[in-house]
């Protein structure tokens, strides 16, 4: 099961795409976007490891902004304007990875 969710994260709302096993319970697994955003092929890999028994979330750090395979300018832009503390903090991944269990709590 695939949806998009909403959770806090150091003071704000964040949203990913939260994939459950059919299980419903499973070790669970960040899927972290390349720099094109939170595109099909990474929901894809989320919808892969939910189909092999993980609770998969991938949050979106562009807030639904997206740069297509061919905007190279674009993705450079999109990660180059990603503010600190969403990207590459313990404490953001931390409070991410928190959200996600909130969110699936059989993990």
Known sequence: MAETVEFRSNGTIASGYLVKPSTASGPGVLVIQEWWGLDSGIKEMA???GAAGFVA????LYHGELAGHDEMDKAAHLMHSLPPDRAGRASSWS???DAGVK???SV
């Open 95 to 97: 409070g991410t990875a």
């Open 57 to 60: 979330l991938a949050p979106d």
């Open 103 to 105: 969110k699936a709590p």
């Open 47 to 49: 919808d892969r490891l």
